[in-house]
């Protein structure tokens, strides 16, 4: 089967998405010719992909910009060139992610090919996690900005787009609820959630992992937080969090990924933590991140909106202990007390006790890091996502969707 997977992320991967078609590429069966369409971001990229990119053919459109509009560009992009790149390599499906819409031109002009899409989350889901954030508009990310102020025009594009959508994968039960709630029941859909590359994130030596994040030396306690550095993400809860933990023991914050971090710097400092108390590493590159997790004691997520996040899953297959917000998908990943630590979002005294409660037990924190390195085995490997994935590809291409 010759499959065509259009996003405007891909390589390096800058979010969840770009993550998930990344594992998906990788994964799908050996007998698969696998495209993907995408934007380049090659300026200041230094990983090696190769074990993705010598596995597919990848057709970049342009370059990428880590902004509001490059959805859109692509969006124009891939219009302007998928139907020479259909003459050329005759594709049986075409595979696109919301809520990106990078397909959204050819939707509206009926563009015929067997496609699928998968639907990681909703504007207003998107929407609602901002507001309940509660932080101002002056405080949130530009694209955090543009979806708040934009919003009636961006969700009645969404409704046009989804309607057009026979064929869709949700990467959660909560996903799946939150469309039909908005858009009604779907033609055909199937839950397949995301899924780790649990050979990549695994349980490694701190020795190993300290060559190559020599800066973390010495530090204890380190609690760990990676993704976008936006107000959905639950920052300022993680703060007031650590501000409480650090009254009771010596730890130390880590944060990764891409943002501006000087707001939460600011927040920091007025909360009393202490700059020789938090770290900010920045974007880390994805084939550097199995080399980050093992050396932290704990994970943390404390968002008030996802879906199914990719950090969590890769948290878990490291053998990681996760304490995380109770929205979303996540409780479709957590069981609460077994394979990570559930609270109520936006409560930092609750998350500072359950983060103290894993330091401070050797044996809980084991018990939990275990558990959760068998549950991402077993039911969040990337095999068996594209496993799955590759089935609905075959009953779409055989009209069955």
């Given amino acids: 089967m010759r499959v065509a997977i259009v996003t405007p992320e891909f390589l390096p991967s800058w979010g969840g998405i ?24 090659r300026k200041g990229d230094q ?20 902004t509001f509009l490059y959805n859109n560009q692509f969006q124009v992009s891939l219009w302007r060139n998928f139907k020479t790149l259909q003459e050329k390599y005759h594709f049986d499906i075409l595979h696109a992610n919301h809520a990106q819409m990078p397909d959204l031109i050819l939707k509206l002009l009926n563009h015929r090919i067997p496609s699928i899409t998968t639907v990681h989350t909703t504007i207003i889901s998107q929407r609602v996690g901002t507001m309940r954030a509660d932080l101002g508009l002056r405080q949130l990310e530009r694209s955090e900005k543009m979806t708040y102020l934009l919003y009636p025009a961006l969700s009645m594009i969404e409704w046009l787009y989804l309607r057009r959508c026979e064929n ?49 030396d010495g530090m204890k306690n380190i609690i760990l937080f990676s993704g976008r550095l936006i107000a959905l993400k639950g920052l300022d809860t993680a703060i007031g969090a650590f501000s409480r933990i650090i009254q009771s023991t010596d730890a130390t914050l880590v944060l990764a990924g891409v943002g501006n971090f000087d707001p939460w710097k600011r927040m920091l400092e007025s909360n009393g933590v202490p700059q020789s108390h938090y770290v900010f590493l920045s974007q880390v590159p994805y084939q ?34 996760v304490v995380a917000s109770r929205v979303g998908g996540i409780p479709e990943m957590i069981r609460d007390k077994q394979d ?39 039911d969040f490997s990337a095999t068996r996502m594209a496993m799955m994935t590759s089935e609905a590809y075959e009953d779409v291409v055989r009209g069955l969707g």
């Fill in 168 to 216: 869709i994968i949700f990467v959660s039960e909560y996903i799946r609820g939150l469309y039909q709630a908005s858009f009604g029941r779907p033609r055909r859909s199937r839950i397949i959630h995301n899924g780790v590359d649990t050979s990549m994130f695994r349980p490694r030596d701190r020795g190993e992992c300290l060559q190559h994040f020599p800066m973390l």
């Fill in 340 to 378: 990570g630590v559930l609270f109520e979002p936006g409560n930092p005294l609750v998350m500072a006790e359950s983060i103290l409660r894993i330091l401070s037990d050797k044996t809980v924190s084991e018990r939990i890091g275990d558990n959760a390195r068998i549950r991402a085995e077993n």
């Fill in 18 to 41: 770009g993550t998930y078609t990344a594992q998906l590429a990788k994964h799908l069966p050996s007998d698969y010719d696998v495209h993907v369409i995408s934007l380049s971001r």
């Fill in 47 to 66: 990983e090696d992909h190769s074990d993705i990119t010598n596995r597919i053919t990848l057709h970049n459109l342009g370059n990428a910009r880590d």
């Fill in 288 to 321: 550097e991140m199995p080399y980050l997790y093992p050396l932290a004691s704990v994970f943390i997520l404390p968002s008030y909106s996802e879906s199914f996040p990719m950090t969590i899953l890769e948290a878990m297959a490291s053998g990681l202990p």
